[in-house]
């Protein structure tokens, strides 16, 4: 019993995980075989390819107010 506990102990995870791990591959194995989840090739309707939309080009920005320079201040004193 000691090595068997000793055992459970130091692999439980490996154990606990494995089994999970195959049991849900398993089960998607069933899920996918079952013929009444199948789709009948017939009224099998493909989705169309990718569409993607290009917007266009937003409108150019107006220009920036210009900004009077020192030198047109300067004149404009004079």
Same mark, same amino acid.
């Given at each position: 019993?000691?090595? $068997? &506990?000793?055992?459970?102990?130091? +692999?439980?995870?490996?154990?606990?995980?494995? !089994?999970?791990?195959?049991?849900?591959?398993?089960?998607?194995?069933?899920?996918?075989?079952?013929?009444? $989840? &199948?789709?009948?090739?017939?009224? +099998?309707?493909?989705?169309?390819?990718?569409? !993607?939309?290009?917007?266009?080009?937003?409108?150019?920005?107006?220009?920036?107010?210009?900004?009077?320079?020192?030198?047109?201040?300067?004149?404009?004193?004079?």
């Amino acid at each position: 019993m000691s090595q $068997l &506990r000793r055992f459970w102990h130091n +692999y439980k995870v490996l154990i606990v995980m494995g !089994s999970g791990l195959g049991f849900i591959h398993w089960g998607w194995y069933t899920i996918k075989s079952n013929p009444l $989840l &199948r789709q009948n090739r017939d009224s +099998y309707i493909p989705e169309p390819g990718i569409v !993607s939309y290009v917007a266009p080009a937003p409108p150019a920005l107006p220009p920036l107010p210009e900004r009077p320079s020192k030198k047109k201040e300067a004149k404009a004193k004079e």
